[in-house]
């Protein structure tokens, strides 16, 4: 596939930002971290798809610098969801931890601008336990249709895309000693993991509650 193509298909995470953005004064509060981190990650897109196209340029520090405010935005929703919420110094000293790895393996070792996976195993991981520890209390703590609630479809997005993730850069890395069927394949699907994700975040912003009102009686 294209770096045009593969492009053209990374511009569907339109399809939730225009929603998401339709819907802002309506909306719950609770989800605009995560519309934030849409909005970032079609910027970066922008500047990634300039990078290699126009200016064939490698895009990995544009790309390294996102996925720190990817990491930053996504742990901030699942706070604001009610993870660790009663322990906000545990909450901020993980992020912070998390934080400095990306700091040691981008600044201390020099590795800004190349294309390195072991920060992103590990963010990538943390975020797929969130994802599973919120489904679980969900499971456990809602009689409704839990496909009707946007959180859920949220993190089951975030599960199928970050594991995805983590196969994709281990085919990337072995890709980068020799391409085999299996790698090609994988880095192949990328672009319709994308679509199909972000078909499902479109989805979770149209059901997404509105702003509860408080009136006075």
Known sequence: MSSIIAFLFSQSVLLPIIIGLIRFRRIDRAYRPFLLLLI???????????????????????????????????????????????????????????????????????????????????????????????????????????????????????????????VYFWAFQVSRFGKSDISNRIIFLMAYVNIFTNTIYAIAFLLVPAKVKFTLK
Not at 64 to 86: C, D, P, R, S, T
Not at 98 to 105: H, P
Not at 111 to 136: D, H, Q, W
Request: hydrophobic share 60%; aromatic share 24%; charged share 10%.
């Open 40 to 166: 970032i990650g079609f910027i970066t897109e922008i500047i990634s798809f300039i990078l290699i196209i126009d200016l064939h340029r490698s895009n990995a520090l544009a790309v390294n610098i996102y996925i720190l405010i990817e990491w930053i935005l996504i742990a901030l929703q699942f706070h604001v969801w009610g993870f660790l919420k009663q322990k906000k110094w545990l909450f901020y000293g993980l992020v912070t931890f998390v934080c400095l790895v990306w700091f040691v393996e981008n600044l201390i070792f020099g590795k800004i601008t190349e294309i390195v996976p072991y920060f992103r195993f590990f963010y990538y991981f943390l975020i797929v336990l969130f994802s599973v520890n919120e489904i679980n209390f969900m499971i456990t703590h809602y009689n409704r249709n839990l496909f009707r609630n946007p959180k859920f479809l949220i993190c089951i997005a975030f599960i199928i895309y970050f594991i995805y993730m983590i």
